[in-house]
C-alpha cells in the first residue's frame, strides 16, 4: 500500500493511493476537503483483479458465483462524504460482462443501500434467483429432481434501487430480451423487476416479477404483456407459426424448486395473428369424398388411416386469428378450447403442460365442412394427440370417425341406389297401374257406348216395330172398312137393282105398253150405276 498526501489536513489535501497484492491493484487520485463536520474525498479511482472473490468474501458482498473467480476492471469517479461513496461515470468489466453507469453507496444503515442508474450488456435471470433460493437448490440431483430445499435466507448483501438498462436478459428457457430496462428494487429478503419493457421473440415484453425467501419459503409472482412475439422463437418445435400476443399473471411457492412449479397458478389471455400450422391440411377432406361409394361398401381402418396421414397431416393450415384464456393450477397450464378456422377446415384443440414434468399435451380435432355431403350421425373428424417431453414426441391419430363417415357414406349412396330402382319399379307399377285403369275407363266407356247403342237400336227397333205394328192394326182396320164398305156398297147395289128389278118389273107390269120391254136396262160395261164410295 502506497500512500501520498500533500496540502493541509484541516483544509484540502491531495491524494495518491496505490494497493497492489496477488494480482490486484487499486488506485486513488483525487483531493481530501475538510470541514469543521466531516471530510470529502473526489477523485478518481482503478481497480484491477484478476480474482476479486477474497476481497468480495472479505466484505460480505458475495454473489453468486463468488468463490469460482471474479476479474474486475474497472475506473470511476469516486466521491466520498462521510458514509455515502458516489461512483461517477463508473466503467468496468466484472467476469465477462461489461458495465457502466452513476452509482450511489451507502452504508450508514445496518445494511449497505445501492442506488442509481446502470447499463451491462448481459443480466442472467438465474443469477438472480440463486441470490434468493440458494444456487444448491437449482441443480437437479442424480434423478433430474429439483427437490433440495432452498436456502433459509437470502444472499442479498445490501438493500437499493438500480435503474437497469441491459443488452440482454437471459430468462433461462424461456428465452433472452434484449434492449431491456426495468427497476430492480431488493432488500434482505427480496427481489423485485418493476416497469421491465424490452425486445423479446421478435415482439415486445412488459411487465413485473418478484422473487422473495421468508425463511427457506420462496414466493414468486408477476404479470407480463407480451406483443406481436414470433411463436417459432417462443417454443422449440412449436407446430405452429405466428404473431402471439400473451398476456397474464403468475404466482407460486414452495420450499424446493419443484415445489414451486407445482403450485404455479396463474391465468391469462393467449392470441395468435396470421398464423400458420404446420403438418394439418385444410383441403385434406377432398380425398375421402372422392372415394367411390357403388356396392355400399366403406375402406378399410387400415386403408383411413393411411388416407389420414396422406391427406389430412400434410401441408399446412393458415389462419387469420385465434385465441383462448388459459388458466394455471398446481403446476399445469391449460389452454382449452383452442380453434383456428381455414375455409371450410377447423382445428380445436385443448393443451396442457406439466410445468414439473416438462411435457406437452395435445387434445385436438381438425373438422371439416362436408358442404352438401354431409350427414346427421357421422361427423368428418380427425381427432388426433400429441404429447411431448424433453426426451421424445408422440401424434396419433383416431380414423374411427371418418371411417364412420365412409361407411355411412357407402351405405346411404348404396340405399339410395336401391330406394332409385325401387322408385323406378314403383314408377312402372304406376304406369302400369295407369294403363290398366285407362284400360278398364276405356272399356266401360265402350260398354257404355255400346249399351247406349244398343239401347238406341232396340229403342228405334220397338218403334219401329210399335208403328208397324199401328200400321198393320190402321192397315187392318182401313181393310175392314173398306171391306164393310165395299159389302155395304154391294149390298146396296143388290138392294138398288133388287128394288130397281122390282120397280120396272111393277112398271112393265102396269104399263103393258107395246114393244115396251120388262127386261131392265143394264148399264154399260165398265160404267157403275152409282159412283164408288
Known amino acids: 500500500l502506497e500512500l501520498k498526501a500533500k496540502g493541509k489536513p484541516s483544509s484540502a489535501l491531495d491524494i495518491e493511493v496505490a494497493y497492489s497484492a496477488d494480482g490486484t491493484a487499486a488506485t486513488f487520485a483525487g483531493k481530501r476537503s475538510a470541514t469543521p463536520d466531516s471530510s470529502v474525498l473526489d477523485g478518481k479511482a482503478t481497480l484491477v483483479s484478476s480474482d476479486l472473490d477474497p476481497y468480495l468474501l472479505a466484505t460480505g458482498f458475495a454473489f453468486p458465483g463468488t468463490g469460482l473467480g471474479t476479474p474486475v476492471s474497472l475506473e470511476t469517479g469516486l466521491v466520498r462524504a462521510a458514509a455515502s461513496y458516489e461512483l461517477k461515470g463508473l466503467v468496468a468489466s466484472i467476469a465477462d460482462m461489461k458495465a457502466d453507469g452513476d452509482l450511489m453507496l451507502n452504508t450508514a444503515g445496518e445494511r449497505p443501500k445501492i442506488t442509481g442508474g446502470l447499463g451491462v450488456d448481459r443480466v442472467d435471470a438465474a443469477w438472480m434467483l440463486e441470490m434468493i433460493a440458494g444456487a444448491a437448490a437449482l441443480q437437479p440431483d442424480a434423478e433430474g429432481k429439483l427437490a433440495a430445499p432452498f436456502a433459509s435466507d437470502a444472499a442479498l448483501p445490501a438493500d437499493g434501487r438500480v435503474q437497469l438498462a441491459a443488452k440482454s436478459f437471459d430468462l433461462g428457457q424461456i428465452g433472452v430480451a434484449s434492449g431491456a430496462s426495468a427497476d430492480v428494487v431488493f432488500d434482505a429478503a427480496s427481489i423485485r423487476i418493476e416497469k421491465f419493457d424490452g425486445g423479446f421473440a421478435g415482439g415486445k415484453l412488459s411487465g413485473s416479477l418478484t422473487g422473495a425467501n421468508q425463511d427457506g419459503t420462496v414466493t414468486v409472482g408477476g404479470d407480463f404483456v407480451l406483443k406481436a412475439a414470433a411463436t417459432d422463437s417462443l417454443m422449440t418445435s412449436p407446430g405452429i407459426s405466428g404473431l402471439a400476443d400473451l398476456s397474464g399473471t403468475l404466482s407460486a411457492s414452495g420450499k424446493t424448486t419443484d415445489g414451486v412449479l407445482a403450485s404455479l397458478t396463474g391465468s391469462g389471455v393467449l392470441s395468435i395473428s396470421n ?3 404446420a403438418g394439418i391440411n385444410p383441403a385434406g377432406l377432398a380425398p375421402f369424398l372422392a372415394v367411390p361409394v357403388t356396392g355400399g361398401k366403406a375402406p378399410s381402418e387400415a386403408a383411413v388411416i393411411d388416407m389420414i396421414e396422406k391427406s389430412v397431416f400434410a401441408g399446412s393450415m393458415r389462419f387469420g386469428e385465434a385465441s383462448a384464456a388459459w388458466t394455471a393450477t398446481n403446476g399445469r397450464v391449460r389452454l382449452p378450447s383452442f380453434r383456428a378456422t ?21 387434445n385436438g380435432r381438425v373438422i371439416y365442412d362436408a358442404g352438401n355431403q354431409a350427414m346427421a350421425g357421422a361427423e368428418t373428424t380427425v381427432p388426433f394427440t400429441v404429447s411431448r417431453n424433453v426426451f421424445e414426441s408422440a401424434v396419433t391419430s383416431d380414423a374411427q370417425p371418418m371411417t364412420q363417415f365412409l361407411t355411412q357414406r357407402a351405405l346411404e349412396a348404396e340405399q339410395e341406389r336401391v330406394e332409385a330402382m325401387q322408385a323406378a319399379l314403383s314408377d312402372k307399377q304406376r304406369l302400369r297401374r295407369d294403363v290398366r285403369a285407362v284400360q278398364i275407363a276405356y272399356a266401360a266407356r265402350d260398354a257404355r257406348a255400346l249399351a247406349r247403342e244398343t239401347a238406341v237400336r232396340d229403342a228405334a227397333r220397338k218403334i219401329g216395330e210399335d208403328a208397324r205394328l199401328r200400321w198393320e192394326e190402321t192397315k187392318a182396320a182401313l181393310e175392314e172398312e173398306q171391306r164393310l164398305i165395299e159389302e155395304a156398297e154391294a ?28 127386261d131392265p136396262v143394264l148399264p154399260q160395261d165398265g160404267v157403275p150405276l152409282l159412283p164408288e164410295m
Open 275 to 277: 398464423g400458420t400450422i
Open 342 to 362: 381455414s375455409g371450410g377446415a377447423a382445428l380445436e384443440a385443448d393443451v396442457e403442460a406439466d410445468v414439473p414434468a416438462q411435457e406437452i399435451s395435445v
Open 491 to 518: 149390298k146396296a147395289r143388290a138392294e138398288e137393282e133388287a128394288r130397281a128389278a122390282a120397280a120396272a118389273a111393277e112398271a112393265a107390269e102396269t104399263l103393258k105398253v107395246p114393244g115396251f120391254s120388262a
